[in-house]
């Protein structure tokens, strides 16, 4: 059915907004002039001039490429064609994406969009570059997507150019300094749009230090940290509000926090400004690191961030890289001097630490004379960050230099020792009463970890498969029955978005993330890599929807193919009942790509679970399982004060991601409205804490039970093994004979111990006597051999991941 709602029209240049939807909310459709568009709500214009290239951008589509411009043309031609704005290489041949581009802004969302030549009878090929908001450089902004057909290609185009232009710009600092040497650093969490539940239909956007995201369904007012979106607004410019604008991150009576203020005026009290509050919480537990909405009062929303971000402050010698959140420690360094010359000049310097003699006790580095040294900087161990992410130590006031009549410096800069690089320090500059030192190490090189994390295209929430990665062991993936006859003897061992646990007599090459062995005896040998992760979490068009997708590429060499290697994808998808789920092997295409299909609650959105007052208990529809709490409230001296269950309102959340099924309430307290959380989460052991926050007005009591598990379609954990402690020596009863104070506690006396250690000494010296004989020792080691072990090692030598 077609809808019938009139199309409205704003003009500006040759800007066009068209207002229709088939759910009743407006919608935001704009055609851009050339490279600039001009969005109607706040009347703000993006400019996207800076992504001309002259030599174009080139993205890799596995063995191909593409080579597009936004803003001007390519300059080399395309398939005999000149002047084209975009184009597909392959090893023989070229096909024109496009020519010329439109820009549109849709919903939120800026993208050109190229069309081509003919891709087959039905249709031609097409490129989307959508452009996303990112305050940060990154190495690499381009994240491609193929249409199942091959016609159709997505570059994703991270770009500051995206983001809300000057009256949003994101914070210099987001860390919060506990005294001289010691910080907070919450950049971590600063880079991307965190989404929140109001609980009543409505949904928060938040992020810290920088401004919300501009992007799709995220049109918040400029500089807004937290943004309310009210999706039943037909009004654009009502549906966006600013909660609070940004600022830097505080501690506030001892708690870290950030308070947001907004320049909208309270609706209860016009005296006052809105404003929202996000309390962090040290949470070293925490599976995904969540924003809670706590409540609303007095004209302010208030926020709990349980997050690992605030646990671990800045110890002396280490800093965190602002663009990456990478925590750069240079302890190890710190342990020794180091001597360094260059043209007939010696120094020496410690990293974090004096080097001592020669030089003076405060001295951070000193250059060694025959009869003197002049300190060129006092120690320090205060570890910087410089304008490109690297780390540095700058040590100042030290010896008056005679050329410009000034102290001296030094200044220490740490270089990743990439490969075939010359480890250690050396000296760059020592002129104008400063030393420059590089030192090259691994100390300071990033874990090229790929994101476990990606944005939904419908409200770009996060999808996040942190829970399912594992640290102890691996995934064995089921099989299909379609294809089970042909792997009956194979097992795929799999890890999410990190390499696989090593594991004993699992000789998979090192760093994959999957592994497929051939089962002999109940051994895995022939071990194949399926794959590395290097690719993150994407979103991907399928058949059967829109699926989070992991790729593994980069394996084993494919037997059907020598140019080829074996490679593998993942496609994740919602289903509430099966807990974490389990992968299993779909497909085996052309004996090199290896599909997988996984079912699992992790990325399935909340759900609004049922409370029954007259039974105090939750109902989740979803997993068709109930819950009784009156225990639980009746066990809890708070909630029973309270009568929790009889409160007047009861909101219950099921959090899959989370493993845990969460109540909220509020009652009137002499601190306000106090907002109740009671918070039951899956756990093998049975136990529960309160916790009363008065400043908040905030009653928040967890409950860890393994009753709740199958509520959220989870297994039970295995409990916490009891420890049992021994009783001290000092115990009468325990006290022992002066004849058992002579045995061990296996019950065997010292005079045994010193027989069975004189017959392995003559044992070892008899096999030391044979192995000097020849004859002797072949028939030595032939016993040897003939012993069967409990692991045999099988790798596929002619795997180019073995050549050297």
């Known amino acids: 059915m077609f809808c019938n709602f009139p199309i409205n029209f704003l003009t500006f240049l040759l ?20 490279c600039q568009v001009t969005e109607p709500i706040y009347n703000s214009t993006f400019n996207f001039e800076s992504l001309q290239s002259d030599l174009g951008h080139v993205v890799n589509v596995g063995k191909d490429t593409i080579n597009f411009n936004v803003c001007g043309m390519l300059t080399k031609s395309c398939n005999g064609t000149t002047g084209v704005g975009a184009c597909f290489n392959t090893k023989d041949k070229q096909k024109v994406l496009g020519i010329n581009h439109t820009l549109n802004l849709s919903n939120g969302r800026f993208h050109f969009e190229f069309s081509g030549e003919k891709c087959n009878k039905d249709a031609n090929y097409t490129l989307s570059v959508v452009l ?15 249409s199942s057909n091959g016609c159709a290609y997505t570059v994703m185009y991270r770009t500051k150019a995206a983001c809300m232009p000057a009256a949003s710009k994101a914070l210099d600092s987001c860390s919060i300094p506990l005294n001289t040497f010691t910080t907070l650093n919450l950049y971590s969490l600063a880079m991307v749009n965190h989404i929140v539940d109001d609980r009543n239909g409505g949904t928060f956007l938040i992020n810290i230090c920088r401004p919300v995201l501009w992007d799709l369904d995220a049109m918040c007012p400029p500089g807004t940290g937290v943004c309310f979106v009210n999706r039943s607004e037909s009004d654009l410019t009502k549906r966006f509000q600013n909660m609070g604008s940004i600022e830097k991150p505080t501690m506030e009576d001892g708690v870290p ?17 809105v404003s929202s509050i996000i309390t962090f919480q040290c949470d070293k537990n925490a599976r995904i690191e969540k924003i809670e909405f706590i409540g609303y009062q007095d004209c302010q929303y208030e926020f709990v961030w349980p997050t690992t971000a605030v646990c671990d402050t800045l110890e002396p010698c280490t800093a965190v890289d602002p663009k990456s959140g990478f925590k750069y420690d240079l302890r190890q360094l710190s342990k020794k001097p180091y001597n360094v010359t260059h043209d007939n000049h010696t120094y020496t310097f410690g990293v974090c630490s004096a080097p001592l003699a020669p030089c003076l006790e405060s001295s951070g580095s000193c250059e060694i004379f025959p009869t003197e040294t002049i300190g060129l900087g006092i120690v320090n161990d205060k570890l910087m960050i410089n304008q490109t992410g690297g780390p540095y130590l700058k040590y100042t006031g030290g010896g008056m230099c005679k050329k410009n009549k000034e102290p001296w410096h030094t200044v220490i800069e740490f270089v990743c020792g990439e490969q ?23 100390a300071i090189c990033q874990d090229k970890q790929i994101s476990c994390q990606t944005t939904n295209g419908t409200f770009d929430s996060i999808i996040d498969l942190t829970p399912l990665i594992k640290y102890t062991d691996n995934y064995i993936a089921n099989i299909s029955t379609d294809i089970k006859g042909e792997n009956a003897k ?13 594991q004993y007599g699992l000789s998979c090459p090192g760093g994959s993330a999957i592994c497929q062995a051939t089962i002999e005896n109940g051994k895995p040998e022939s071990e194949k890599s399926l794959g590395y992760p290097d690719v993150s979490l994407t979103m991907v068009n399928t058949a059967s929807g829109s699926r989070a997708q992991l790729k593994y590429l980069r394996g084993s060499q494919c037997p ?7 490679s593998s994808q993942i496609n994740f998808s919602c289903a509430p009942k099966v807990g974490r789920g389990n992968p299993i092997l779909k497909a085996i295409t052309h004996d090199c790509l290896y599909e997988f299909e996984w079912a699992t609650n992790v990325i399935c959105p909340t759900f609004k679970c049922e409370f029954s007052k007259k039974y105090c208990s939750i109902h989740n529809e979803q997993t068709d399982s109930d819950f009784e709490m009156s225990d639980l409230v009746k066990s809890n001296t708070k909630l029973s004060e309270m009568k929790f269950c009889e409160l007047e309102k009861h909101q219950v959340i099921a959090d899959y991601a989370q493993g845990s099924v969460k109540v909220f309430s509020s009652i009137k ?18 136990r529960n804490s309160t916790t009363k926050d008065d400043t908040l007005c905030r009653l928040l009591v967890t409950y860890e039970t393994p009753k709740i598990c199958s509520m959220l379609g989870l297994e039970v954990p295995a409990a916490s093994p009891s420890v049992t402690t021994p009783t001290s020596p000092e115990d009468p009863k325990d006290k022992t004979s002066g004849d058992d104070e002579e045995k061990t506690s296996g019950g065997m006396s010292r005079v045994g111990i010193v027989f069975i250690v004189l017959v392995v000494f003559g044992a070892i010296g008899g096999i030391g006597f044979a192995l000097k004989d020849p004859e002797r020792r072949e028939k030595v080691l032939s016993l040897i051999r003939r012993k069967n072990t409990n692991v045999t090692y099988s790798r596929d030598f002619n795997d180019p991941y073995y050549s050297i």
Request: charged share 25%.
């Open 15 to 34: 800007t066009l907004l068209t207002l229709c939807s088939c759910d009743g909310l407006v919608k935001l459709e704009v055609t851009g002039n050339g």
């Open 132 to 146: 996303q908001c990112d305050y940060t450089p990154v190495k690499d902004p381009f994240k491609v997507e193929k």
């Open 257 to 273: 926090s950030v308070r947001m203020t907004s320049s909208e005026l309270c609706p209860s009290n016009t005296t006052r400004n």
């Open 560 to 566: 059907a193919d020598k140019d080829t290697q074996l």
């Open 420 to 442: 075939k690089m010359e480890k250690g320090p050396k000296i760059i500059e020592n002129t104008d009463c400063r030393l420059i030192i590089q030192f090259v190490t691994d």
């Open 490 to 502: 194979s097992q795929y061992f799999i890890n999410v978005c990190r390499p696989l646990v090593p």
């Open 669 to 686: 307290e002499k601190c306000g409205d106090m907002n109740i959380e009671v918070r039951l989460n899956c756990n093998g052991d049975e």
